[in-house]
Structures are given as structure tokens and as C-alpha cells.
């Protein structure tokens, strides 16, 4: 089955510090690929949308300044949290799908972001 | 435009008892639905997905759905719960391929000794 990968599983950062995080997807192609972030005892809300080759779309009120994501091949895209702050802590998930008409996303298993 | 509602989001059952979490949607377009299963700090894990063709679904763990469309419901259900079944329970819904998913507030199941 599809599987995608999410690294690392849990980082420690310091307060103005940036971290990035991976997303791959091991056994497909993933033409879109997206970010959704989790607060405690919450559902997910989606961040952005990314498309290989492309800029990713944001959802309103995210900053892409700072929530820095680059889809660069159609296995891998990469989530840098730039000048990160303890309010930036939560669970990252992305997700990706292949665009084959299976219409389900394949979801990583997260990344605990943790800013002290 | 999409979105899923999820009623109680917590629901407690005794062990063996019968599973049920409510979902329902509204969109525009057909839908395609989902239950996804959390477990504590880990991603999600697809139970079951309702596309096209037979109205009842079933999954993996002994779960099923049903997609009403005249009710707008996609509710999960599933005969015995296990002590396993304890997890954060997601509904979401997505117009296709490539596009985003909405997901319901979620459902916390807590299953009883």
C-alpha cells in the first residue's frame, strides 16, 4: 500500500530557531501534497497545498513567511518553520495523494514540533 | 463547499456494547467520504472510504459505514467494541482526486471494561 513518511518524529527546538520537516512518499508519486497542523484534543486544519514544481496555496490566515513549504520532486516535500515560537508547538501531518483517481490521501504519521 | 459535522465529541461504550459516531456532511458536489482512526500522537489510519457504487461500506477492525444521501450521513458503526477501538475518531469529506480534505471536529471513543 502507499506509504508516506514524515521526519523527524519529534524535534526540540529553542525559540527563534527554524526546523524543517520532511514529508516522502515511499512507494508512489505524489503530485499533491498537503500540510495540515493538529492542536492538542483538535481536528486538522489544513495549512497549504502543494504541487510539485509549483508554489504552495496557503489557507487564509496562514504565513507563508513563516510556514515555508517546497514541493521540489514528486516524492518529497519539505515544511521549515522559520523563527519558530512555543506558540508554533503542535502536530504536523501532511499528506499526499497521487492523482490517480483513488481520491484518498495517504497521511504520514506526524511530527510533534515542540518550542521552548 | 464542504464540511463535516460530528456529533458528540466524545462517546463512551462498554466493551462488546455496539459502536456508533455520527457523521454528516454538506456538499456541493457528490461526495467522497472518509473515516480516519488516531491513536495518541500518531497520524491518521484509514478505516474505510465511500466513493462511488454500494451505499455500505466496510472497513478494516470490523467497522462499516453507510452513505445516506437523503440523510447527508456517513455514520460509523461497528457491532462489538474492543478495548483496541479507544482512539480519536475522524469523519472528512473531499470533492476528488487532488483536492483538500475537511475533517469533522472528531470523536473521542472510550470503551468501558
Known amino acids: 500500500g502507499a506509504v508516506v513518511s514524515q521526519h523527524p518524529s519529534r524535534v526540540i527546538c529553542k525559540s527563534g530557531t527554524s526546523v524543517k520537516i520532511e514529508c516522502r512518499s515511499l512507494?508512489?508519486?505524489?503530485?499533491?501534497m498537503f500540510w495540515y497542523r493538529q492542536f492538542p484534543k483538535q481536528s486538522l486544519m489544513l495549512m497549504a497545498t502543494?504541487?510539485?514544481?509549483?508554489?504552495?496555496?496557503?489557507e487564509q490566515g496562514v504565513e507563508k513567511d513563516k510556514f515555508l513549504i517546497n514541493h521540489a520532486s514528486l516524492t518529497l516535500s519539505t515544511l521549515t518553520v522559520t523563527s519558530a515560537h512555543p506558540e508554533d508547538s503542535s502536530f504536523y501531518i501532511c499528506?499526499?495523494?497521487?492523482?490517480?483517481?483513488?481520491?484518498?490521501?495517504?497521511f504520514g504519521p506526524g511530527t510533534r514540533l515542540t518550542v521552548t | 463547499a464542504q464540511s463535516v459535522t460530528q456529533l458528540g465529541s466524545h462517546v463512551s461504550v462498554s466493551e462488546g456494547a455496539l459502536v456508533l459516531l455520527r457523521c454528516n456532511y454538506s456538499s456541493s458536489v457528490p461526495p467522497y467520504l472518509f473515516w480516519y482512526v488516531q491513536y495518541p500522537n500518531q497520524g491518521l489510519q484509514l478505516l474505510l472510504k465511500y466513493t462511488t457504487g454500494a451505499t455500505l461500506v466496510k472497513g478494516i477492525n470490523g467497522f462499516e459505514a453507510e452513505f445516506k444521501k437523503s440523510e447527508t450521513s456517513f455514520h460509523l458503526t461497528k457491532p462489538s467494541a474492543h478495548m483496541s477501538d479507544a482512539a480519536e475518531y475522524f469523519c472528512a469529506v473531499t470533492r476528488g482526486t487532488g483536492n483538500q480534505f475537511y475533517f469533522g471536529t472528531g470523536t473521542s471513543l472510550t470503551v468501558i471494561p
Open positions: 499528506s499526499a495523494s497521487s492523482g490517480l483517481g483513488l481520491y484518498e490521501q495517504y
Open positions: 502543494s504541487n510539485e514544481g509549483s508554489k504552495a496555496t496557503y
Open positions: 512507494d508512489f508519486q505524489a503530485t499533491t
